[in-house]
Each structure stands twice: as C-alpha cells, then as structure tokens.
C-alpha cells in the first residue's frame, strides 16, 4: 500500500501514486479506500438501527387502542416536516464533531419517520378480518400485534427502510462535507470533496475519486433496494 | 385537518423555541469545545462577568433574544447576524425559486414522457440511477467542465446552481405527474366520461387540472427543506457567496451565533411554507382538506 510522504504533495497520478497525492502529501487512493469503507459502514449501521428501532417503536405504539396511535402518528407528521438536515447541524454542534456523532444523530433524525410508516402499516393491517378473527378467539391486542401483524409488515417495511438508504448516504455526505463528521486523520468522502473545493481544475484527482466512490456507492444501494425490494414484493404477490 | 396539522406546525415552532435555548446552556455548563463563542454570541457580550449568571438566567437571555428574533453579533466578522443571514438569503433564494420552476416545468415534461410506457415498462428506468446521485457530483464535473472551456461567468453561476440544484426536483415532480396520471385514468369519473363520448383532451382539460394542483403543489415544502438542506452543495463549488456558503464558514469558524440563527431562521421559514402551502391546498379543495 502507498505510504504518505511529506515530501509528495499535490502530485499528479502516476507509477508511485496510483490517483496522487494531496495538500499534506496523504496518498489519494489509500484516503479514498479508507473513506468508502467508512462511509459503507455508516451507512450500514444506520440502516439496521433505524429499521429495529423504527419498528419497536411503532410496535410499542400500536399496543395501545384508541386515540394514542393516532395522535401519536399526527406528531411524528409534524416531525417528519422539519427539515432534518438543520437539526442534525443543531445537534452536532453541541454534541462535537466525529463520525460517531454523526451515526447517532442520523439515527436519531430518521428513526422517527421510520416508526411513522410502520405504525401507518401497523394501522392498517389491524383492520384486516384476519386480526378480529384473533381478537374474537381471546388473543389479547399486544399478542396480535407481535405475532401476526408485525410479520405481514415486515417485508414492505425492510423495502422502505432501504429506499431511505440513499438519503442516509446524502445526509452523512453533507455533515462530513460540512467538517462536523469525520475528523483529521480520519478520511471521509464528503471531507475529500471539500479538500479538493479549491483545487478543481489544477488538482482534479483530489475530488475526482471521491466522486466516483459515491456514485458507486449510490448505485450500489439503490440497486439493492430495486432488487430486494421488488423481490420481496413479488414473493408477497406469489403468496397471495 | 387543516387547522389541527396548522396546529401542530405551531406547537412545534413554540416547541422549538422553548428547547433551543437549552442547547447554549448545555453547552456552557458541560465545558463543551469553544465554550467562549458560545458565551459571547449567545449572551451578546464579550464581558466576562455574565458568566455568573445562573443557568436559568442564561437561558431567560437567550430566549427573550430568540423571541426578539436577535440572534446576537458574529463571533467571526462582529456584524449582527440577521443582517448577515438576510444578505445570505438574498442570494440564495433566487438560486431556490429558479430551481423549483426549473424543476416543475421540466419534471413536468419527464412525467408526460414516463406516462407513456411500453409494455408497462418506462423505457429510461435506468436513467432513474442519475437522479438519485448527490448534486455535489454534478456541481463538481461541470464547474471543472466549464472552467476548462472558460465558460463561467457571474450570471452563468446562478443558472448552473439552479439547474443543478433543481435535478432531484424533476425527478420527483415528474414521478408524481407520472402517478397522477395513472391514478386518473383509472378512476371511475375518468371512465365514466369517457363512455359518454367526451373527448379524452375535454376531460383531462376541464376535469383534471384540480388533480394536478394539488398534486404538485403539495411537493412545494418537501421540495424547499431539500434545497435549503444542500444549496452548500451548490454554491460552495461555484463560488456563490449565499446562504450555503455562509454556513460552511460559519461551522469551520465555529461562529456559533451564526450556525443558531441560520438553522432557526431556516426552520421557521420553512414551516411557514408548510402552514402557507396547507391553507392554499384548503382553499383549493375544501372536499379533501375539510377543516374538521
């Protein structure tokens, strides 16, 4: 692997350093790797947290009968209108800079809307015969909602939650481009960007790699949503 | 609904007034990084004897200023920032409003193209990976592009930055079109006038508009908190001094009466566009948004 040299900064791509060098003399390629896979693991572990928590959520909600998921479901509305990306800088600015704090507040922004749309399919699967049938036979609210209605919503959930991966992947690509994620020496996608922002034309292979790692990355996940997502939904159709 | 989701949209404003001014009081109090900024933007003064004011002082102080809506001096340039931030708008909303007309007229189009399928099929589906890459990529390949053929000029820099910015507009604007229609064709009034004889164009023109309004005029607020959230995205690389710009000095200089009061101007702005946008979509179709 290439190494950094303080004495090969800014050199152009060649035999020693396969996309160049930068500002500091940091080799683009290793940076670029480093970043990618950074960012492949946000976008990871955000992913997972937001589907388990916007589920348990949603789940915990619907127990209850009546008016509270209802009302409940109004403010989480409201919440999904804010426009996150301002909060999440709020946020970070009293929490700190780093990319741990940018995976929770990420979480913390989109975990809501996610328990807003499971609740939605909650909702509406608890009207289905199916679920009075249960009701009629003695199984107590709680009970049904585990056991028969959260499987049945399961599939068209998983396929939601990675249709928002490309937004997670914008959001964390917004936070580092601003410099509140990943710190120094720590490489991000977003802070490769902004290094490259004075050197558009004169050192192009600062910013260029990053620019390919993201729309890898970007098809990548919505491909895997495109695939997963329909194949689910034609495994539900199948089974009627 | 109407007055309940308005309702909401203000509790939620006054929500966020009463917790904002916690944040500086947390962060003095827990030693947070640059604690100093935080004192002399939020408390407005650089004395130091306001830091034996109580918590709950410092917390009255910050939320009569935010009330006032007085978000204090820069710690940057010393200027007041709500006259650094409506200079910032004032470039930047331009660059907005241009981008969402961009993006309606020509997602408008791309939904009438996306209508006409084959075999069920959208001929260009995969053109639909191009929307989905960030406009950061975009404003990076054609600020290199056109500063290679020397082509940007101060005009030429705000019609980029809308165009880039209104990418992902279009696509969404041209998906709803694209499901309007197919909502409309197959719903029974449509079919209905078909089989007296009207003319497809009669119906589409006399009976459907309303549909399309209401439509896309729902997808004015979404669509603003999407450009507001990026327009960094846009005017850092094509060198725009607006409000994008002004939050990326303002973080790495950790200006922090000018990172508060750009996010809480944008947060109020934008839910005044949603109360703006419900009362026009009540207006529109009273059937639909009935005020109970």
Redesign the interface.
């Known amino acids: 692997m290439e190494t950094a040299n303080q004495n090969s900064t800014l050199i152009a791509p060649g035999h020693e350093y396969w996309l160049g060098t930068d500002l500091a003399g940091n080799s683009i390629a290793e940076a670029t790797l480093k970043a990618f896979m950074l960012e492949i693991a946000t976008v990871v572990v955000v992913g997972a947290f937001i589907y388990w928590l916007g589920l348990l959520i949603a789940r915990k909600i619907a127990y209850h009968q009546g008016s509270i998921p209802v009302i409940v479901a109004g403010m989480l509305q409201t919440w999904a209108m804010i426009p996150a990306l301002l909060v999440g800088i709020l946020l970070l600015v009293h929490l700190g800079w780093g990319q741990l704090n940018v995976i929770l507040v990420l979480i913390f922004l989109f975990t809501p809307t996610q328990s807003l749309v499971a609740l939605e399919k909650i909702l509406n699967e608890t009207g289905e015969d199916y679920v009075l049938a249960k009701l009629s036979y003695g199984f107590t609210w709680s009970y049904i909602i585990d056991q028969h209605v959260t499987p049945n919503i399961k599939s068209s959930y998983r396929a939601y939650t990675l249709s928002r991966l490309p937004e997670v992947v914008l959001a964390d690509l917004a936070f580092n481009f601003l410099g509140i994620g990943a710190q120094p020496p720590w490489p991000s996608l977003g802070g490769l960007l902004f290094d490259g922002l004075g050197f558009m034309a004169s050192a192009w292979w600062i910013w260029l790699p990053s620019v390919v790692s993201i729309c890898l990355l970007i098809f990548i996940v919505v491909y895997l949503h495109e695939r997963i997502g329909v194949e689910w939904k034609w495994r539900i159709m199948e089974k009627g | 609904m109407v007055l309940?989701?308005t309702a909401?949209?203000i509790?939620?404003l006054f929500a966020a007034a009463l917790i904002?001014p916690i944040?500086p009081v947390?962060?003095i109090l827990a030693g947070?990084?640059g604690a100093q900024y935080v004192i002399s933007g939020s408390l407005n003064i650089g004395s130091q004897s306001q830091i034996e004011q109580s918590p709950f002082e410092i917390y009255l102080h910050v939320l009569q200023g935010l009330l006032n809506f007085d978000f204090g001096f820069s710690t940057g340039t010393g200027a007041r920032v709500n006259t650094i931030i409506a200079n910032a708008y004032r470039v930047s909303v331009p660059i907005i409003v241009g981008a969402l007309v961009i993006g309606y007229i020509t997602g408008y189009l791309l939904g009438l193209v996306r209508s006409r399928k084959s075999n069920g099929r959208y001929r260009f589906r995969y053109l639909d990976?191009g929307f989905?890459?960030?406009i950061?990529?975009y404003s990076?390949?054609l600020?290199?592009l056109t500063?290679?053929i020397q082509l940007l000029e101060s005009a030429a820099n705000y019609l980029l930055a809308s165009i880039i910015l209104a990418i992902y507009p279009t696509f969404v604007v041209s998906k709803v079109v694209e499901q309007t229609i197919r909502k409309v064709k197959q719903s029974d009034f449509y079919l209905f006038h078909q089989s007296m004889g009207i003319p497809r164009r009669t119906i589409w023109l006399k009976a459907c508009r309303k549909h399309f309004l209401i439509e896309l005029l729902g997808l004015i607020?979404?669509l603003t908190?999407y450009m507001?959230?990026?327009i960094?995205?846009v005017e850092?690389?094509l060198g725009i001094n607006g409000a994008g710009t002004m939050?990326?000095g303002a973080?790495?200089h950790f200006d922090?009466p000018l990172?508060?009061g750009?996010?809480i101007t944008?947060?109020m702005l934008?839910?005044g566009i949603?109360i703006f946008q419900e009362l026009i979509l009540y207006k529109i179709n009273r059937m639909r948004y009935s005020i109970t």
Do not use: H, K
């Open positions: 309940q989701n909401y949209r509790a939620s904002i944040f947390w962060g947070m990084e990976y989905f890459v960030p950061i990529v990076y390949v600020v290199y500063s290679r607020q979404p908190v507001l959230g990026f960094y995205f850092a690389p939050l990326l973080l790495n922090y990172i508060t750009f996010t944008g947060l934008l839910v949603s």
